[in-house]
């Protein structure tokens, strides 16, 4: 089965920190790449995709490493808003036309005063 | 984006019965997919809604247990029938113009006793 693993947790870090995510996927053949959003009881949403020359929105910064199969993403300037669990996400390429979303276990984000 | 609204948001159910969990959509749109979440989970789908045709499962998972409609663009209902408590876990329906930027339901959380 194609896995994409991610360190769970949880990053502790104060208000103002840069803090920084990882994830590696197995299938060499995915395309797409995204990063999606879970705050505690609720539903995941998309935080942004990842292109393969890196993509920046405002304090939020992920990155492409297809040789690797390593997928990141930045933060700076923490805000306590910014707690949440932070999940990597794949197009396996595998299942229909569009391929499957697979999703990461999430990385959790604790962001303190 | 598109805005979906799931429910029931929660039940608590008897072992041996079925819930019916439904997923309305403000828009039209092309893909929709059930997910399960367990706790500290990643989220795994469970199957693909296809308009007007049977939808497609994911291993592990079977129509008999989780049948699914879709009649339209914009619904579809997901059955977790002959429930044992292994089936208690949060239940997500997505959709989107394409499988990968997603928009979530609010989830179902399922109890079964």
């Known amino acids: 089965r194609k896995e994409v693993e991610q360190d769970p947790g949880p990053f502790n870090v104060p208000e103002g920190a840069t803090v920084a995510f990882n994830c590696t996927y197995s299938n060499s053949a995915s395309q797409s790449f995204f990063w999606y959003r879970q705050d505690c009881r609720k539903e995941p949403k998309l935080l942004m995709s990842?292109?393969?020359s890196g993509n920046e929105d405002g304090r939020f910064t992920a990155q492409l490493n297809r040789a690797s199969q390593y997928i990141s993403l930045l933060i700076r300037d923490s805000k306590l808003s910014d707690s949440a669990t932070y999940l990597c996400?794949?197009?396996?390429?595998?299942?229909?036309?569009?391929?499957?979303?697979?999703f990461g276990k999430g990385t959790k984000l604790s962001v303190k005063p | 984006s598109a805005v979906i609204s799931q429910k029931p948001s929660r039940d608590i159910c008897q072992r041996g019965t079925s819930l019916t969990i439904q997923c309305q959509v403000d828009?039209?749109?092309?893909?929709m997919f059930w997910y399960r979440q367990q706790p500290g989970q990643s989220l795994t789908l469970i199957a693909t809604?296809?308009?007007?045709?049977?939808?497609?499962?994911e291993s592990g998972f079977v129509i008999d247990k989780f049948p699914i409609s879709r009649p339209n663009l914009t619904f579809s209902t997901l059955t977790v029938s002959n429930m044992s408590p292994e089936d208690s876990s949060i239940y997500l329906c997505?959709?989107?113009?394409?499988?990968?930027?997603?928009?979530f339901g609010s989830g179902t959380q399922l109890s079964v006793l």
């Open positions: 809604a296809n308009q007007g045709s049977e939808a497609t499962y």
């Open positions: 996400v794949v197009n396996d390429g595998y299942g229909g036309s569009q391929g499957n979303l697979i």
């Open positions: 990842v292109y393969s």
């Open positions: 997505s959709g989107g113009q394409n499988n990968e930027k997603l928009f």
């Open positions: 828009s039209q749109v092309t893909m």
